[in-house]
């Protein structure tokens, strides 16, 4: 079984607010010396590829597209255990679209070798956009599965554990696929171990450029994207928390109630 | 000009409270670009659903009637709405971003050769242009996406977006989409859906929630908050991380990855209020917080706080709130 997980760096989604800062020419999250993490779902994705192959055996790979920094990711996916990784990079795939991702994943994916599985996390922590599992399985003309926390997989078929909004599904797929992963109790990213981490270091990972690939240069770049980012704007949130004071806690407790009751709340 | 095209879902007759908000921003947008709306219905047999649809501010409903949609599969229905499409020509598709939306949204996009742009808030043409707002950076910023092609596909964040509102008499025509679609078609198939049973009030339309964080240390305070959300007839919540940790089901989680809520009351106890979670909850009329951290981004859009710790206080508040709403 061989199971590819892309994964997309990106800067820690978590920083305080005072430090997020946008550049008003890219209209992007200005980086400064803030700390790159590989974004959160994406990390539950390579755990659900690890626990994988922990049951059938194979190997896993990480595909990353990103900057060469990027490079950092893929060497931190490798210290969790995995096998191989590529980076994809390229100045020309700066503000490429989801669709132009998606064929740039898509051709990566192809020369790398079928995989039997491809895994991405439901959403980025940046952008947000949730498109990229259901654009890639039409770029690979494979069938998709999306919020899924759990896989099992024999024989050319998975079952997935799709969550939706009253419970969840038990899908059975086809393999191959794409699957995007949510996070649920069963897959917690681990931690490195140190062996892995030294072992990650020595591993050749390649970078590749569009041309290695042979993508089509009119789906990358901002110029080539379906819909322009006309504008972000961090809206004005003052801080107008009104903080119940007392001299205990159930102080508090009582004033909080009794002002929720002023306030017509409850 | 303007033609939008929605995917419509009804539950017997009645439109669903997504559909509603759908045919709502497709009318507002249509009006203001003296366009039309369609809707593609894929439930068989639902002329009366259709007529509905039609009340609320359709100009025409497509009714894409197959027996291979009887249930969702995504394969099945982004066949079935390219097909719907090809007939209804639309500049812009709408569909709630849901479970079925956004599997679905990207693959129609991919295939009809469209824009995508996801979890949107607001709608309006500008000139030529149609621009759409949605959050970015997990809900510290909102952005402002322009389509100048089209044509351009679009899901819609649930309870953002005002409903659409009947109009009696109204006119419109349903006409049949003949779809082909063949067996072999559907790849991926449904062995078993579990649904959770809700106690109580519904999270996603509640007017209170009572939300439990990592704070919480564990699963057992949660039935505390539940007594809360009973006590104020409203439903529990929870973020990402208790959901995470196993404590309370997934269709709890109110957040990114989760529901989207806007109560009159939002409690969070023990939440710290990472980004993730923000996004799910930040349109909520009242947001009070309770968490031992002074410097929690909760408190930055808390309007009522109190530092300190939930199992020093809780019980006492949940004693005189019982004491405010029954004395």
């Known amino acids: 079984m061989h199971t590819i997980v892309c994964i997309k760096q990106i800067i820690d989604p978590e920083i305080p607010a005072e430090q997020f800062k946008l550049d008003p020419t890219t209209k992007r999250q200005v980086r400064g010396g803030l700390s790159l993490v590989i974004s959160a779902y994406d990390q539950n994705a390579l755990e659900v590829a690890l626990q994988l192959r922990e049951k059938t055996g194979g190997k896993i790979t990480a595909l990353c597209l990103g900057e060469p920094g990027a490079m950092g990711a893929v060497k931190s996916a490798l210290g969790m255990g995995l096998d191989e990784g590529v980076l994809v990079s390229d100045p020309v795939l700066l503000g490429t679209d989801p669709f132009g991702v998606a064929h740039a994943l898509a051709t990566a994916i192809r020369r790398i070798g079928t995989p039997d599985l491809v895994l991405t996390g439901c959403v980025s922590g940046d952008t947000g956009d949730k498109v990229v599992a259901p654009l890639l399985a039409e770029e690979l003309g494979w069938p998709c599965v999306t919020f899924v926390t759990r896989i099992e997989a024999q024989d050319g078929k998975a079952v997935l554990r799709r969550i939706v909004e009253d419970g969840h599904e038990l899908v059975e797929a086809p393999l191959p696929a794409v699957v995007s992963i949510l996070s649920d109790d069963s897959n917690v990213p681990r931690y490195s171990k140190l062996k892995d981490i030294m072992a990650a270091a020595k591993k050749q990972v390649p970078t590749w450029k569009a041309a290695d690939l042979n993508l089509d240069a009119a789906r990358l770049g901002a110029g080539a994207a379906r819909l322009h980012l006309r504008d972000v704007a961090i809206p004005h949130r003052e801080s107008r928390c009104e903080h119940i004071q007392g001299e205990t806690p159930e102080e508090q407790a009582e004033k909080l109630a009794l002002r929720l009751r002023e306030l017509k709340l409850i | ?327």
């Open chain 2, 1 to 327: 000009m303007a033609d939008i095209l929605i995917l419509a879902h009804g539950q017997g007759e009645v439109p669903t409270p997504s559909t509603l908000e759908l045919l709502g921003a497709a009318r507002r947008l249509a009006d203001a670009t003296r366009g039309r709306v369609q809707a593609a219905l894929l439930q068989a047999n639902q002329s009366g659903l259709a007529a509905r649809l039609i009340a609320f501010g359709a100009d025409r409903v497509l009714r894409a009637e197959h027996p291979l949609l009887a249930e969702y599969q995504g394969d099945a229905y982004v066949a079935a709405l390219t097909q719907a499409a090809a007939q209804a020509a639309p500049e812009v598709m709408l569909l709630a971003d849901d479970s079925c939306g956004r599997e679905v949204a990207p693959r129609l996009a991919h295939r009809l050769g469209a824009g995508i742009v996801t979890e949107v808030l607001g709608i309006e043409a500008e000139g030529a242009a149609i621009l759409f707002r949605r959050q970015m950076y997990g809900g510290r910023t909102i952005a402002t996406f322009a389509a100048e092609r089209f044509p351009v596909v679009a899901t819609l964040k649930p309870r953002m977006l005002a409903p659409a509102e009947q109009q009696p008499g109204r006119a419109g025509e349903q006409i049949a989409v003949a779809l082909r679609l063949e067996p072999s078609l559907l790849r991926t198939r449904v062995l078993r859906k579990v649904t959770e049973e809700v106690r109580g009030v519904k999270l996603e339309t509640a007017k209170v929630v009572v939300s439990g964080g990592r704070g919480l240390k564990g699963p057992e305070p949660f039935k505390q908050l539940e007594a809360l959300a009973a006590l104020l007839k409203g439903a529990v919540g929870a973020s990402r991380a208790a959901v995470d940790a196993g404590w309370v089901p997934a269709s709890w989680q109110v957040g990114q990855t989760g529901k989207t809520v806007s109560p009159d009351l939002y409690i969070a106890v023990g939440i710290s209020g990472a980004t993730q979670h923000l996004a799910g909850m930040t349109s909520s009329r009242t947001v009070v917080a309770i968490n031992t951290d002074p410097d929690a981004p909760i408190f930055k859009v808390a309007h009522l706080g109190i530092v300190g710790d939930f199992r020093a206080i809780l019980p006492k508040f949940i004693e005189k709130c019982r004491e405010l709403t029954q004395g």
